[in-house]
């Protein structure tokens, strides 16, 4: 619990007033992070699957086999969303659940689980996100290198083939891949996430072949007339040097370039961005690439998903250790040049994101400025905040701190920003979860989640986003 508090958290009426007609208030989750039941019903290993059971990968030493089992309770879970008045659920599609081996046909018993989560969602009135990539990715491809490798890409197309012939008459809207830029840092530069590995620069073909999966998974889908809008989804993190001098903005920039550019430049204009002459070297795998990839990267789009959660301050300088975020050790850090600094301005959330509405403003603008012409209706896919919450003696939780984060972030896209079509708002998340490699450490949840009997108890922040909801007038 912190004492971050927000003007609209007695009023949530009053920022209703403040929403566009037909804004979209969504909730999302991942597959991984929900569903346990990781050996029921055919489901194939993932990377996660093996990741989790290797020694001090996970800060609590957790593993996600059961976490809230929304593979079994998902009617309870789309009950709670009804009560909360929401009019979409972004959740993924475990891909080994559809091709437990990553190749071949589909398996019968995981459509089946898809196919009841959809109906039920329809029946309650919400409308289906389905996400394709969320991270937990057949072990088989992995052993083939999983996105180091090109034929990857090729293996997420047919998968999203037979998902678009699975449920392609009842999804509103498709993403392909949910934050390519965290697979790649994360899983492969820095090794915190699966798969572990820790190829630092040399792990930009990753991106390469994520993004080309992305265009090859987009036209199978188009070749499949599914109804629904077709977009991909990535965190922007706006970077600001910590100093104002050639060094740091250097370092700044080439952050900016890792994190944000080279994932939007060639799915939104069709080519990666110009790097910077001193690290023309690095990025060489993405400067010598096919240019008929880029025009298949480049397909249009219906949508466009944004991740906010906080903005990044880049230091000159090693990190003073090799922690990561979630607490497990990221040895590569140790080698850089620069360091992420916090920002002494702003409040922190458990996970130490620092609380800046103001930046998802400058996201935004960023977003409206360099895609100007080309970029489709955006919706932020996802947004929210990890607390310490604390269990009131009847059970209740007043998560002030985390409605205050909703509230000051709606506020903000609430606004009209020129440029900028923006339809729609997911938090993140509505239920505690699996959190990665902080395991049950970080809680995200509207609603509490007691991990021994899976009790779900909606927190102060679900009746605040309700009362939001259910006071809008259109
Ligand atoms: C995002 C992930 C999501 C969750 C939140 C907190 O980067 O897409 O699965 O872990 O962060």
């Given at each position: 619990m912190s004492d971050y508090r927000s003007e609209w958290l007695h009023d949530p009426a009053g920022l209703a007033a403040q929403m566009p007609a037909g804004f979209t208030m969504g909730v999302a989750t991942a597959a991984f992070q929900v569903e346990g039941a990781v050996r029921e019903d055919g489901r194939g290993p993932s990377t996660w699957d093996t990741f989790m059971a290797q020694p001090g990968r996970i800060a609590d030493g957790?593993?996600?086999?059961?976490?809230?089992?929304?593979?079994?309770?998902?009617?309870?879970?789309v009950a709670l969303m009804k009560e909360l008045g929401v009019d979409a659920y972004r959740f993924s599609l475990a891909w080994p659940r559809i091709q437990p081996g990553?190749?071949?046909?589909?398996?019968?018993?995981?459509?089946?689980?898809?196919?009841?989560?959809?109906?039920?969602?329809?029946?309650?009135?919400?409308?289906?996100?389905?996400?394709?990539?969320h991270w937990d990715m057949p072990e088989p491809l992995q052993h083939k290198g999983g996105w180091m490798t090109r034929d990857t890409a090729s293996r997420f197309a047919d998968y999203a083939l037979l998902a678009a012939q699975a449920f392609g008459d009842r999804v509103d809207k498709w993403i392909t891949l949910n934050e390519p830029t965290s697979v790649t840092l994360n899983g492969y530069a820095l090794g915190v996430h699966a798969p572990g590995a820790t190829l630092m620069f040399d792990s930009l073909p990753a991106v390469h072949h994520q993004l080309l999966g992305h265009g090859l998974a987009v036209q199978a889908l188009r070749s499949e007339n599914v109804t629904g809008g077709i977009g991909?989804?990535?965190?922007?993190?706006?970077?600001?040097?910590?100093?104002?001098?050639?060094?740091?903005?250097?370092?700044?920039?080439?952050?900016?370039?890792?994190?944000?550019r080279i994932f939007a430049d060639p799915v939104l204009l069709g080519h990666y961005p110009k790097f910077p002459f001193l690290a023309r070297k690095l990025f060489k795998p993405l400067i010598e690439v096919d240019s008929d990839d880029l025009k298949t990267i480049h397909q249009p789009l219906d949508f466009y998903g944004l991740n906010y959660y906080a903005p990044t301050r880049i230091a000159a300088g090693p990190p003073a250790d090799d922690r990561s975020p979630d607490g497990t050790p990221a040895p590569g850090l140790r080698g850089l040049p620069f360091h992420l600094a916090s920002f002494p301005e702003f409040p922190t959330t458990g996970f130490g994101w620092s609380i800046a509405p103001e930046y998802l403003e400058v996201t935004l603008k960023d977003y409206a400025e360099r895609y100007a012409g080309v970029l489709p209706p955006v919706y932020i896919t996802e947004g929210g905040a990890s607390f310490d919450d604390v269990v009131a003696a009847d059970g209740s939780v007043d998560d002030a701190d985390r409605a205050s984060y909703?509230?000051?972030?709606?506020?903000?896209?609430?606004?009209?920003?020129?440029?900028?079509?923006?339809?729609?708002?997911?938090?993140?998340?509505?239920?505690?979860?699996?959190?990665?490699?902080?395991?049950?450490?970080?809680?995200?949840?509207?609603?509490?989640?007691?991990?021994?009997?899976?009790?779900?108890?909606?927190?102060?922040?679900?009746?605040?986003?309700?009362?939001?909801?259910?006071?809008?007038?259109?």
């Open positions: 957790s593993d996600a086999s059961v976490t809230d089992d929304h593979y079994h309770r998902y009617r309870e879970d990553g190749t071949g046909p589909a398996n019968k018993a995981g459509i089946a689980f898809y196919d009841r989560l959809i109906d039920e969602l329809l029946a309650a009135g919400i409308s289906p996100v389905a996400t394709l990539f991909i989804t990535n965190i922007h993190s706006p970077v600001v040097p910590a100093k104002d001098n050639f060094t740091t903005r250097g370092y700044a920039e080439v952050f900016d370039l890792v994190h944000n909703l509230a000051e972030h709606l506020a903000v896209a609430f606004a009209s920003v020129p440029g900028l079509d923006l339809r729609g708002y997911f938090a993140w998340t509505l239920m505690d979860n699996w959190e990665w490699a902080a395991g049950f450490g970080e809680r995200f949840g509207l609603v509490r989640v007691d991990f021994e009997t899976l009790e779900r108890t909606p927190k102060r922040s679900y009746r605040w986003l309700q009362q939001l909801i259910a006071s809008r007038s259109s």
